[in-house]
């Protein structure tokens, strides 16, 4: 596959690429946001222009047709994701709201002290304060499935981990940090054999490789849009509907109610219940345009180029004298993180942003990982479909500059 002008020539696509005049051309910070096609700048430009009213409470035509758009990305969504029911895809804010709103909502309401909560060691910050919060409130206990030395998850307890204690596993699906592409299929399987509930953090993954919801077989599966090209302030959470009608709500106020009274209320309907108030409109019709373009060039297509990819930038990047990588180098995302002997991460990125390249350091929202690796913070080098060779190329010369800059 050709990895010079970004997926079928996608490059040209996102006006990010196209404007001389802006810093670091060299985007290599994807797994933290990407850039945004032309698609859905036009979508949010619609919308405000042509189409600007709240959705749900007007039976006016121009509220009308915002409600049939914004409600129109329930089933993009679901056909993305090959969800049987519209009904269990919930608007969020992104992942980290997803996930407080199962920690809340569920967690805090179905666990008791002497459950276990089983989640790993990898996982993103927003995938384990939650957590630790509701073990606190519940007096459950918070289980860690250990990270091996070659950055997978070391599953040789996972049969005492995993015990008629474990009420809730949770998962990331791909790692923000080392790219490991953990084996949730299986791990869902097992959870199900002691009869825990499953979610799986699918913030890094979704954007990157075809994901079935039916397939995975977890009760709840969250992503953010803005890490595959839709703006930023939306999310999803897919949920099991039995245990979304089972679930009070996670906020209240407007939308989420079916009638009020002077002393109490009763809730709406599944997913209504959980989006209180105006929701971000603009944005959620945007993320249906960036899954439609995705689903136009191919999951599949954009799995095996972010694969091409990783392959070619872990080769090229060897070359680069110190160079130390954190991550199994197979079964793992377009993510690469690293250190440079004898030189502090930030001191190298200050260089690489001299020269016009941009990538994160720093511990990535996922200490407990760092930790293990004994180390405080880490390079990390992401990639999407708009990334090329020629950006492989530019950051393994600019590597080479800070080494010998610093030595």
């Known amino acids: ?64 047709r915002a409600t049939e758009s914004y409600e129109a990305v329930r089933n993009t969504v679901a056909r993305f994701l090959n969800v049987p029911d519209s009904r269990s895809v919930i608007f969020t804010r992104g992942a980290t709201e997803s996930i407080n709103l199962v920690a809340y909502a569920w967690g805090r309401h179905q666990l008791r002290a002497g459950d276990e909560i089983l989640v790993t060691e990898m996982e993103h910050h927003s995938n384990l304060i939650p957590w630790q919060e509701t073990a606190r409130v519940t007096g459950a206990r918070l289980r860690f499935l250990p990270v091996a030395d070659d950055g997978t998850l070391d599953l040789t307890d996972l049969d005492h981990l995993l015990t008629p204690r474990t009420k809730l596993l949770a998962c990331v699906h791909q790692s923000n940090v080392l790219g490991t592409i953990n084996p949730v299929r299986d791990l869902i399987r097992r959870a199900k054999q002691v009869g825990a509930v499953t979610l799986i953090d699918g913030a890094q993954s979704v954007p990157h490789q075809p994901v079935n919801y039916v397939d995975l077989g977890c009760d709840f599966l969250v992503f953010s849009g803005h890490k595959l090209g839709a703006p930023t302030g939306v999310g999803v959470l897919i949920g099991n509907p039995d245990l979304l009608e089972q679930m009070p709500p996670f906020l209240t106020g407007g939308e989420m109610i079916d ?101 994160r350091t720093g511990h990535h929202c996922a200490q407990p990982l760092l930790k293990h690796f004994g180390v405080s913070s880490l390079i990390r080098a992401s990639f999407y479909i708009y990334s090329t060779r020629d950006d492989v190329q530019c950051l393994r010369d600019a590597l080479i500059k800070a080494r010998e800059f610093f030595s």
């Open 259 to 359: 009638e009020v009274f002077r002393d109490h209320a009763t809730w709406n309907t599944i997913p209504h219940k959980f989006e209180a108030g105006t929701p971000n409109i603009a944005q959620v019709i945007a993320l249906g345009t960036a899954i439609e373009y995705l689903e136009r060039l191919g999951l599949e297509a954009i799995h095996t180029y972010g694969q091409e990819l990783l392959t070619y930038a872990l080769e090229t990047l060897s070359a680069v004298p110190g160079i130390r990588f954190f991550g199994p180098g197979k079964h793992q995302g377009p993510v690469i993180s690293f250190t440079l002997e004898g030189t502090h991460p930030q001191d190298v990125e200050f260089v690489l942003n001299k020269e016009g390249i941009a990538v």
């Open 1 to 64: 596959m050709d990895l010079t002008d970004g997926l079928n020539g996608c490059r040209q696509d996102f006006p990010f690429f196209r404007a001389p005049e802006a810093p670091n051309r060299i985007y290599l910070d994807s797994a933290a946001t990407t850039q945004k096609p032309q698609v859905v700048l036009d979508r949010l430009l619609q919308y405000y222009t042509k189409e600007n009213a709240n959705v749900h409470r007007g039976l006016y035509d121009l509220s009308s």
